[in-house]
């Protein structure tokens, strides 16, 4: 069986109509299921997307009054309200624009005393709720889902990582130097993705060239976490920009 035809591909050339196909994924799912749960990322990719959706949102076209959201993840060691933290780019990008409501937002809060605790308190606020039903991912040039780095295992839950030298270089970009980017992180692990219902990845740009294609040869390998999807049985990645 070629696992690769489990995953719906879609392949375009523009990084806007990524975010306007991965809208209307998000769309339709807020329209058959008010209440949704939805699962968020950070980074470059979803910019766009966030955009689209509190465009629609402002339109009165989509509410998330009754959504439940959760992140993949969040950094260890910078306050919630630097402006490095991934809760500050949520609410920037789209919690702030939107009519969600605070009670319902969660993201790993790497502020508490108690971090592991914190993991599992995580992964039982998702099982509470039934689980996560559309989940948006990127994909790092490591492979990385989430900070789940290279040689994760894939029944991992949410657990503290360290990050590899090659995510923080790259992440490394949005801070002064390489020195400044966190070390660790907290994250959703391989197994809480692939828990989830359904799954958008989105991936733009030349850099993402490489982890496309190796997704695309169909080898399952923790040694490249993002080939766990292609045991998901609902999966969609938009994909281009080279
Ligand atoms: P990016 O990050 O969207 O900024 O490329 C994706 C990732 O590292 O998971």
């Known amino acids: 069986m070629d696992v690769t035809k489990t995953i719906k591909w879609i392949k375009v050339d523009l990084y806007n109509e990524m975010s306007t196909v991965a809208a209307n994924i998000f769309i339709k799912q807020l329209n058959e299921k008010p ?29 998330f009054s009754q959504v439940v959201s959760f992140n993949l993840d969040e950094y260890i060691g910078v306050p919630a309200n630097s402006q490095m933290s991934y809760k500050t ?25 108690d971090l592991v605790q914190e993991c599992t308190d995580y992964e039982e606020n998702i099982k509470k709720i039934n689980g996560i039903d559309l989940q948006l991912l990127g994909i790092g040039v490591n ?53 989830t219902k359904a799954i958008v990845l ?4 030349e850099s993402k060239r490489d982890a496309i294609n190796r997704l695309r040869s169909g080898i399952v390998t923790e040694e490249f976490p993002a080939s766990c999807l292609l045991n998901h049985e609902n999966v969609t990645i938009i994909y281009g920009g080279f």
Do not use: W
Request: aromatic share 10%; with cysteine.
């Open 35 to 63: 209440d949704s749960v939805l699962g968020f990322a950070t980074g470059a990719s979803p910019i766009g997307f966030y955009k689209q959706l509190v465009h629609h949102c402002q339109n009165g076209e989509i509410s």
């Open 143 to 195: 492979g990385h889902i989430g900070f789940n780095e290279p040689g994760t295992p894939f029944d991992s839950l949410t657990h503290i990582v360290e990050l590899s030298e090659s995510t923080r270089m790259v992440n490394s970009r949005y801070f002064n130097s390489i020195e400044d980017v966190p070390t660790h992180a907290i994250t959703m692990g391989i197994q809480s993705i692939m828990n």
């Open 89 to 113: 780019y949520m609410k920037e990008y789209l919690f702030d624009h939107v009519d969600i409501k605070d009670d319902n937002i969660y993201l790993p809060n790497s502020q508490t005393e």
């Open 202 to 205: 989105l991936a733009f740009g």
